[in-house]
């Protein structure tokens, strides 16, 4: 089974978009292109009731064969490190679905396997998890009600970069925020291996604003073919690497 690169979308917001398409639409165009859209919704520590914006969160995950959470934001940091890692899996595990159905005929899937047979495949799965390449493109919603949850943001996503460390396949980031006044999505991180730097960047944002996310999906979309162009004019002398699987 050759070894491929799960591409991600991980948006991270406290509310729902209130400007352009629709969020969940845009999603599941991302993901027709093989970008897994995940979503956390962040709630204050106080808070005791869900807020209505939140409800879009588990639409928009949904579309774009992802994993959604809404947490408190005390537990931000272990919740951005789970559905990164889960959202692997469950793609890993669709590719192979689709792989048995090949096989075996269209009505066959991982669960009608027998335990032995089923656990067998399981483990190829956690071994691909570990050996594959990943890209993950981060979406911060910085409108006004994010101010006091971008610090935990940073500091989330810098513990999110140290816990994959230890995979075998490559790792690679980049960090967009939105709203933007001249764009829908600016760019604060490009590509890179670790998220250490952002530490530099973060107390520099400012925010305020609409949340736009049905848009700043769709330009998080193209961000994935623009760095694969780049990537194959610099990579002329290199081995290809496989690029996602579907």
Known sequence: MKKGT????????DGCSNKGEKPAATAALAHQQGITVNVIG???DDQTEQPE????????????GGVSQIVYKKSLSQTVQMVTKQAMTQTLQGFVNQELQQILGPNQTMDE?????????????EELGET?????????D?????????PTVKEALIDLSISLNARIGRNRYC??????????????LDWSPKLDSISAIFPKLTSGGITPT????REAMYQFGKESLLRSFNDEDEPPIEEAWY
């Not at 396997?113 to 799965?125: A, D, S, T």
């Not at 594959?132 to 911060?140: A, F, T, Y």
């Not at 049905?214 to 999906?217: K, N």
Request: one cysteine or more; glycine letters at 6%.
């Open 175 to 188: 960090v967009f925020t939105f709203p933007d006044r001249k764009r829908d999505i600016k760019q604060i």
């Open 6 to 13: 799960l591409k991600q979308i991980l948006l991270i917001t």
């Open 113 to 125: 396997l027998e335990p032995e047979k089923r656990g067998e495949i399981m483990e190829v799965v």
């Open 132 to 140: 594959c390449d990943l890209e993950v493109l981060i979406l911060v």
């Open 42 to 44: 962040i709630m204050d």
């Open 53 to 64: 914006g939140l409800e879009e969160v588990e639409e928009v995950a949904l579309s774009g």
């Open 142 to 150: 910085t409108s006004a009600s994010m101010h006091d949850k971008l």
């Open 214 to 217: 049905g848009p700043a999906l």
